[in-house]
C-alpha cells in the first residue's frame, strides 16, 4: 500500500513537472522574441519542445517564436510552414483592407484601421503577427448601411451570422470577414460607459494619423486611442470567455516602443474617464512579470504594479483561456459580482445584447428573458455540450478577482475630460 502511495506521490510530481514546462518557457520565448534578444534557457527536450509548440499554436503567437523550434527536426518543417502561412495571410489581409478604405472613402465614408495591420505595425517583424479579419471603425457610425452597400457592390456580401451589436459583418468574394465597426467595443454592462464610447467615437476623426505599414498606408488611431482601444479589446473578451497570450503581446510590444507625452496623457484621460485604471494597471503587471515589459521610454506605467500573488491569479485565466477562450466550453462570462446579484444582473445584460432592439419596450422583458434562458440552455446541451452548474461554477471562479480590478470605478473627485 505505501509503495502505491509512494508510486501516486512521484507520478503527481512528473505530471506538475510536464505540465509547468510550458507556461514557464513559451512567456520567455515571447519576451525575448519580441525584443529581437536570444533567449538564455537550456535546450529543450523533444517532448518539451512539442509541449511548448502545441501551446504556442493554441494561444496563437506561434509565428511569433517559430524560429525557436528551427532546431527541432520534428518540429522545423512544421513551424517554418506556419510562418509562411501567417505572413502570406497577413499581406492578403493588408491589401484587402487597402482595397475596402479606399472603396469606402470614394464614397465620403471615411474609415480608420483597428487591430489587425494597425496593431502589427508595432512588431519587429509585422507579418509575422497573426490575424483572422479586417477591422474598420465608420468615423460616421449611422452611415453603416451605406458602407454595406457600397461593399455589395463590389462583389462582397453580407453575413448571415451577426455574433455582435457593435459591428455588421460582411464577407470579401473571397470569404474573408470584413467588420464594418459602429462602436469601438460591444456595450458593456454599464450605461455610462457605453455612452461615453458612443461619444468618443464621435471624436476619433480627431486622432487619426496615416502611418505606412509593411510599404502600404492606412488611417489609424493616434497613439493613446490605440492603447485604449487595445485595452477595451481586451476587457470585452476578458468578461465573456477569456483572452490569450496574443493580445498581451500587443500590450507589451507596443508600450516599450515610444509613445509621446501628449499621447500617453491622453491615453491616462481615457482609462480615469472610464475607471479602467486597475485593469490597466493588471496588464501591465502581467506583461512586465512574464514578457519583458519595461517601458523604459514611458516610465509611469510601471510604477504602480500589483503584487506577483494578484497577479498571478490573472495570468492563469489567460493561460487557460487560450485564444479568446476556446479552450474550455465552460467559460462563457466572468461576473462583475459574486452571488445571485451578479447572475442576475449578467442574465439581464445578455438579453440585452441578444435583443437590442427589442429591449427598448421594458413590457417585453419577461418574454425576452425566458427567451434568452431557453437559447442558453439549448446552446449549452447541444452546442457546448455542458451543464448549466458547470457554466456558473466557471464563472463565479473567474469573478473572484473582480473586486481588485474595480472596473468602471472612477477614483473620487476624477472629473471626465
Given at each position: 500500500m505505501a509503495e502505491k502511495k509512494a508510486g501516486r506521490a512521484k507520478e503527481k510530481i512528473r505530471i506538475k513537472t510536464k505540465t509547468i514546462t510550458a507556461p514557464r518557457v513559451l512567456p520567455e520565448l515571447l519576451a525575448s522574441a519580441l525584443q529581437g534578444s536570444l533567449w538564455a534557457g537550456e535546450r529543450l527536450s523533444r517532448a518539451a519542445a512539442e509541449q511548448v509548440y502545441q501551446m504556442a499554436d493554441r494561444h496563437a503567437v506561434l509565428s511569433l517564436v517559430a524560429e525557436r523550434f528551427f532546431d527541432y527536426p520534428q518540429l522545423e518543417q512544421r513551424a517554418r510552414e506556419v510562418c509562411r502561412q501567417t505572413?502570406?495571410?497577413?499581406?492578403?489581409?493588408?491589401?484587402?483592407?487597402?482595397?475596402?478604405?479606399?472603396?469606402?472613402?470614394?464614397?465620403?465614408?471615411?474609415?480608420?484601421?483597428?487591430?489587425?495591420?494597425?496593431?502589427?505595425?508595432?512588431?519587429?517583424?509585422?507579418?509575422?503577427?497573426?490575424?483572422?479579419?479586417?477591422?474598420?471603425?465608420?468615423?460616421?457610425?449611422?452611415?453603416?448601411h451605406d458602407a454595406e452597400r457600397v461593399l455589395l457592390q463590389k462583389g462582397f456580401r453580407t453575413n448571415t451570422r451577426q455574433n455582435a451589436n457593435h459591428h455588421l459583418s460582411m464577407l470579401s468574394p473571397d470569404g474573408i470577414e470584413v467588420e464594418l465597426h459602429s462602436m469601438l467595443?460591444?456595450?458593456?454592462d454599464n450605461a455610462e460607459i457605453n455612452r461615453y464610447l458612443v461619444q468618443l467615437t464621435g471624436r476619433l476623426g480627431q486622432h487619426i494619423q496615416e502611418?505606412?505599414?509593411?510599404?502600404?498606408?492606412?488611417?489609424?488611431?493616434?497613439?493613446?486611442?490605440?492603447?485604449?482601444?487595445?485595452?477595451?479589446?481586451?476587457?470585452?473578451?476578458?468578461?465573456?470567455?477569456?483572452f490569450g497570450m496574443k493580445l498581451l503581446c500587443d500590450w507589451a510590444v507596443f508600450w516599450n516602443g515610444a509613445v509621446d507625452d501628449e499621447e500617453c496623457a491622453l491615453y491616462r484621460r481615457l482609462t480615469a474617464d472610464t475607471g479602467l485604471e486597475n485593469f490597466s494597471r493588471m496588464i501591465t503587471s502581467v506583461c512586465v512579470y512574464h514578457l519583458g515589459l519595461q517601458g523604459r521610454n514611458n516610465g509611469w506605467l510601471c510604477r504602480r504594479l500589483f503584487s506577483k500573488e494578484d497577479e498571478e491569479r490573472f495570468w492563469w485565466d489567460i493561460l487557460e483561456a487560450e485564444e479568446f477562450g476556446r479552450s474550455d466550453?465552460?467559460?462563457?462570462?466572468?461576473?462583475?459580482?459574486?452571488?445571485?446579484?451578479?447572475?442576475?444582473?449578467?442574465?439581464?445584460?445578455?438579453?440585452?445584447?441578444?435583443?437590442?432592439?427589442?429591449?427598448?419596450?421594458?413590457?417585453?422583458?419577461?418574454?425576452?428573458?425566458?427567451?434568452?434562458?431557453?437559447?442558453?440552455?439549448?446552446?449549452?446541451?447541444?452546442?457546448?455540450?455542458?451543464?448549466?452548474?458547470?457554466?456558473?461554477?466557471?464563472?463565479?471562479r473567474r469573478s473572484r478577482q473582480m473586486e481588485l480590478l474595480g472596473l468602471f470605478q472612477k477614483e473620487q473627485g476624477h472629473k471626465q475630460c
Open positions: 505572413a502570406l495571410r497577413s499581406y492578403r489581409l493588408l491589401f484587402l483592407t487597402k482595397y475596402v478604405v479606399a472603396a469606402l472613402r470614394e464614397s465620403g465614408i471615411g474609415t480608420v484601421v483597428l487591430k489587425g495591420a494597425s496593431t502589427a505595425y508595432y512588431y519587429r517583424e509585422p507579418e509575422l503577427r497573426k490575424s483572422g479579419d479586417v477591422d474598420l471603425q465608420l468615423l460616421d457610425p449611422s452611415r453603416i467595443a460591444e456595450p458593456f502611418r505606412e505599414i509593411m510599404g502600404v498606408r492606412l488611417p489609424v488611431l493616434s497613439d493613446g486611442l490605440q492603447a485604449f482601444h487595445l485595452l477595451i479589446h481586451m476587457l470585452q473578451h476578458f468578461l465573456r470567455a477569456g466550453s465552460k467559460r462563457m462570462v466572468v461576473l462583475r459580482h459574486r452571488g445571485l446579484k451578479g447572475y442576475i444582473r449578467e442574465f439581464h445584460h445578455q438579453m440585452h445584447l441578444n435583443f437590442p432592439r427589442a429591449d427598448k419596450c421594458f413590457l417585453l422583458f419577461p418574454v425576452l428573458w425566458v427567451v434568452t434562458l431557453v437559447r442558453f440552455l439549448r446552446n449549452n446541451r447541444r452546442v457546448r455540450e455542458v451543464s448549466l452548474a458547470q457554466v456558473l461554477r466557471t464563472a463565479d
